[in-house]
C-alpha cells in the first residue's frame, strides 16, 4: 500500500509508523514503576448467579491512570506490557492484589464468605516459566483458597504448544484452582480446544449476548454454547449483560453465571467494600 502511493506516500507512511512507534516507546516508559507510583489499580465487577441474581464473584480488572495519558484503555496498555515483558512484573502485582483484596472481603463480609476473584491472564504470562509458583505465592501470602481463584485465558493464550499448557493447567487444578476460558466463541475453534485444554468454564463473548434478543442465529449459538458446555460438564458465564431482557434469556436457556453492567458495572475496591457493608 505503501508503495502504491508513490513517494510521498511512502514518506508520510513512515512518518505515521515512527510516530506510532515512538507512541509505543514512551507509554512503555511511563508503564514502567506505574504499579509502585499507585497509577495501576484494580477494578472489580460482580459476578451473579443467574437463577437467583446473588453475587457469587468478582472480576479483577487492571486500571491505569497516568498524570499524561488519563485513563488509558486496558486492551492498549496490556499490549504494550504483553510485547515488551513488563506483563512479567505487572502479572504477579495483580494477582497478589486480586487475592489480598478478595481473601479480605471473605474474612469482613459474611455476604462474601465464599466470595471467589477471577484474574485476567495473558498469553505470555500463561508461558513464564515462573507462572505456576506465582500462582502459589499469591495463593500463600494472601491465605485465599485456592478453590476462590479463577484463571481466565483467552483461546489464543492456550493454542500451540497445548501439551505443556494442559498439563500446567492440570497441575493447577489439583490445587484447586478454577480455569475459565474468556472470550469464548470468538476463536477460531473454541470446540477442539475444549477436548486438549483442561477447563472448568466457559465465557461466552459479549458479542454473543449483545444480539441474542435481535439475531435469532446469536441465540442458537449461545444457547448451544450452554447446552455444550452443560453436558461436558462445565460451568458457563455470560459476558456483557447489558439488558434485563439478555438476562432472561439467558437465565432461561440454563446460563449459570452472569456480568454486565446491567448485573453491575466494574467498580474500585472501596466501592464494592461499600456495596457489601
Ligand atoms: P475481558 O477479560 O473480557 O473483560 C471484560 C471487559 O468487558 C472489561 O473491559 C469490562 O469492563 C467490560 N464489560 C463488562 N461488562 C460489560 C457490559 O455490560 N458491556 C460492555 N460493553 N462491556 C462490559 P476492560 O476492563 O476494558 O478490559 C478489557 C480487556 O483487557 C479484558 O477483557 C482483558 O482481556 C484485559 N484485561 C483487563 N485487566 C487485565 C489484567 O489484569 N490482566 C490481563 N492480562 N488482561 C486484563
Ligand atoms: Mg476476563
Ligand atoms: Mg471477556
Ligand atoms: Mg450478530
Not at 19 to 24: D, I, L, N, S, T
Not at 84 to 113: E, K, M, N, Y
Request: aromatic residues 6%; charged residues 25%; proline residues 4%.
Amino acid at each position: 500500500q505503501a508503495k502504491l502511493a508513490g513517494k510521498n506516500g511512502h514518506r508520510f507512511y513512515s512518518l505515521a509508523m515512527d510516530q506510532a512507534v515512538e507512541r509505543r516507546m514512551h507509554m512503555e516508559h511511563e508503564l514502567r514503576g506505574a504499579w509502585e507510583r499507585g497509577e495501576l489499580s484494580l477494578a472489580y465487577q460482580p459476578v451473579m448467579r443467574m437463577e437467583d441474581r446473588t453475587l457469587v464473584g468478582v472480576e479483577a480488572l487492571l486500571r491505569w491512570q497516568h498524570p499524561e495519558f488519563g485513563s488509558v484503555a486496558p486492551p492498549v496498555f496490556i499490549d504494550v506490557a504483553e510485547q515488551s515483558g513488563l506483563i512479567d512484573v505487572i502479572g504477579p502485582q495483580v494477582l497478589h492484589a486480586a487475592c489480598v483484596d478478595t481473601q479480605a472481603w471473605q474474612q469482613r463480609f459474611p455476604a462474601a464468605a465464599d466470595l471467589f476473584v477471577a484474574v485476567n491472564v495473558s498469553p505470555r504470562q500463561l508461558r513464564g516459566a515462573a507462572f505456576a509458583s506465582e500462582v502459589e505465592a499469591a495463593l500463600r501470602e494472601s491465605g485465599l483458597s485456592p478453590r476462590h481463584l479463577h484463571l481466565e485465558l483467552t483461546e489464543t493464550a492456550v493454542i500451540g504448544d497445548e501439551a505443556r499448557i494442559g498439563q500446567l493447567l492440570n497441575a493447577l487444578r489439583t490445587l484447586g484452582v478454577k480455569i475459565w476460558l474468556d472470550d469464548f466463541g470468538t476463536g477460531f475453534s473454541g470446540l477442539s480446544h475444549l477436548r486438549r485444554v483442561p477447563v472448568d468454564g466457559v465465557k461466552i463473548d459479549r458479542s454473543f449476548v449483545a444480539d441474542v434478543l435481535r439475531d435469532p442465529d446469536d441465540l442458537a449459538l449461545t444457547t448451544a454454547i450452554i447446552s455444550m458446555a452443560h453436558s461436558i460438564g462445565i460451568t458457563v458465564v455470560a459476558e456483557g449483560v447489558e439488558k434485563e431482557g439478555q438476562f432472561e434469556v439467558l437465565r432461561d436457556r440454563g446460563c449459570d453465571l452472569g456480568q454486565g453492567f446491567w448485573l453491575g458495572v466494574p467498580m474500585t475496591a472501596r466501592e464494592f467494600d461499600a456495596l457489601l457493608g
